[in-house]
């Protein structure tokens, strides 16, 4: 099982952006500050969670068949990258929407001095502005 560690972002990356919507973005923005430690464990256990799937993620490149991502180049470190926030209707239910980019890194290749970008997990998490339920709606992967 790959360990993840969330990092502070590196020096080396661009710093995040944060945005809204125009339509009550601020609003749902507001919303998750207070609960932004409670997102950060939501967000924590989607990045381990899904790179110790065996379904999504490969132990390492076998030579024969096109896979990503793969678990031997990460560097077991994940940094924030860019968040949205917006308001959605889910189910005739009005949330507070967050879409959180957890940003995996790879060991440098020869020749580097650091680790890279590798995987980038998008993660959707909602809040129910009634009850202040958190829950991840969705994680969807990209090469970075």
């Not at 710093?15 to 809204?20: A, G, K, N, R, S």
């Not at 990460?74 to 879409?99: F, K, N, P, W």
Request: glycine share 4%; charged share 25%.
């Amino acid at each position: 099982m790959l360990r993840m560690t969330r990092v502070a972002v590196p020096s080396w990356t661009r710093q995040l952006q944060v945005d809204t919507d125009e339509d009550e973005g601020d609003v749902a923005y507001q919303a998750f500050q207070p609960l932004f430690v409670r997102v950060l464990d939501l967000i924590h256990r989607s990045v381990e969670e899904y790179v110790n799937n065996d379904d999504l993620v490969e132990e390492e490149d076998d030579g024969v068949h096109m896979h990503f991502p793969y678990r031997a180049p990460m560097t077991g470190e994940y940094y924030l990258g860019d968040q949205h926030y917006y308001v959605q209707d889910i189910d005739r239910v009005r949330y507070y929407c967050a879409s959180i980019m957890a940003r995996c890194t790879e060991k440098p290749w020869p020749n580097q001095h650091h680790p890279q970008d590798y995987l980038g997990l998008d993660i959707m998490i909602t809040l129910d502005p009634l009850t202040k339920e958190l829950a991840v709606w969705s994680v969807d992967s990209s090469v970075i």
